[in-house]
């Protein structure tokens, strides 16, 4: 993705956000996957955990359709 769209940045949910080695341990394997000379984007843990996907689930229902 990072070679493809650039983002600011990428966000983990689910179970996987809760992984904290992955936050330490990814980014400095990047550049060499990167075809780039640096590698600006962040890894980030989902501000609700593993909650993210129900919680945006949650914001999508619409009153209209009970």
């Known amino acids: ?4 769209i650039d ?3 990428i966000v983990l949910g689910g179970g996987l956000s809760n992984t904290a080695e992955l936050y330490q341990q990814v980014l400095p394997l ?4 990167v075809f780039s000379d640096q590698v ?3 890894l980030l843990q ?4 593993d909650s993210s ?3 945006g ?3 999508l229902w ?3 359709l009970r």
């Not at 993705?1 to 493809?4: D, G």
């Not at 989902?46 to 955990?49: D, K, L, W």
């Open 46 to 49: 989902a501000r609700h955990g």
């Open 40 to 42: 600006n984007t962040r």
């Open 30 to 33: 990047l550049p060499r996957y």
């Open 62 to 64: 619409n009153d209209d």
């Open 53 to 55: 996907g129900v919680r």
């Open 7 to 9: 983002p600011y940045a």
């Open 57 to 59: 689930a949650a914001w």
């Open 1 to 4: 993705m990072i070679n493809l």
